[in-house]
């Protein structure tokens, strides 16, 4: 296991605040692009018998207003964090205001996901606490907000541990390692790695010790679990990582991820004698199907006008109703234009455009099978609508102009709306996310 000097992994941290670009769970304004925060206690002042507790707040950059200044973006927000106690009385609070500069707009747009972070810290005693964040966009006006109910452990006995920060990447560099915190409790399902960062404290010197870990749902389940290697323990203070091995397609849901640690019995850990433990919350987000994909077989048949029958005969292949949501699951993510945040755009815009259609053009079969919903799906609203009447008064007309590009004629010889489409689609004509 890694122990490295305290000074050494906040320097990293800092680090990773600053050029991190991954994005945490979905806050207020039904938006999943708002912020995140997270807390991490660790063993503070022993005299005054406080602990350290940074508060990390994440806001994507997609969230803020930029505005255009010497050929670069700026973006403003103003910060506030207040602590409170369980009756919701105020007990701390502190603000600031962050600016952010950035090179390309389309980053500014999220392209990358790319968020901006920050630490503030606070001391507090042995207590369950509630957190509040303000966040205050300078330039739109809007502001956004999240709350998260901590814990701070008791560290005054020991064996001890701290809380628990999630981590998305450790790179050695030479002799230290920077590290990437993932903030937050949702897991973004194309997370390939997760690893839960924690502190021991130990008087009793040296010391052998394993942790072990378990993902449980509300209702006892577990959901994945492990053992770590033996941690020699020779500082009163060592800092560890647990790599959790992630679970393909989980069911969506709120489980709780418990980290134990455990002492040394013949060389192996006994878990059946447990030292300390801390919990922390392990989201697992709504897949972004939603209740459009609660019959997965009719998903992948609305995939006609985005993937090749090649791709669609493979997702359709499996027997198995999970290994063909996995397999959606995974052609979405090759069409995703922000992989690291939690929403894919083009997957909500896509099937958002087939709830469009099913209202908009249903007619003998539903919207989404008939002419003018498979054209509204692959190109969207054309920018100029004509309906007109044929020579001989029998056929209902409408044309779709898709400003310079191309210009489609619809027909109805029925007299029921049931438009068919006389003029043929452009070469290759596929769903692509703009």
Known sequence: MIFFRRYSLLIAIVM????????????????????SIDAFSTKGDELRGTASCDIFVQVPFQTLQFQSVSEKFAAQYRVVVTVRDTSGRRLFDTSYTQSVVEDSYSITK???????????????????????????????????????????????????????????????????????????????PNLTTLFAFFEIYEDELPKNVFSSWKITSADGRVLNSGVTDQFHLTKRTSQSFVPIKLVRSPLPGTYSLTV???????????????????????IVPGSHSGNLTADINKAIRQLIYVASQIDIDSISAPADIAEKQYRFNEFWKTLDPTPNTIRNEAFDDYYGRIETANRRYKSYSEGWLTDMGRVYIIFGDPTNIDRYVSQNNTVQNVRWVYGNRFTLIFEDNTGFGDYRLRTPLPPGSKYHYR
């Open 260 to 282: 134990y640690l455990n002492p040394e019995k013949n060389g192996v850990a006994d878990t059946s004698e447990i030292y300390a433990q801390f919990s922390k919350p392990y």
């Open 110 to 188: 999220g392209s990358t996901g790319k968020s901006d972070r920050t630490i503030s810290k606070f001391h507090l005693k042995p207590e369950f606490y509630r957190v509040d964040v303000s966040v205050l966009d300078n330039f739109s006006q809007r502001e956004y907000t999240q709350s998260k109910r901590i814990s701070i452990p008791d560290f005054t006995i020991t064996p001890s541990m701290s809380s628990l920060l999630y981590l998305s990447e450790i790179e050695q560099r030479g002799s230290r390692y920077s590290i990437t915190p993932y903030i937050g409790d949702a897991i973004r």
């Open 16 to 35: 990773a605040v600053q050029a991190a670009v991954l994005t945490g769970q979905p806050t207020s304004m039904g938006d999943v692009s708002v912020i």
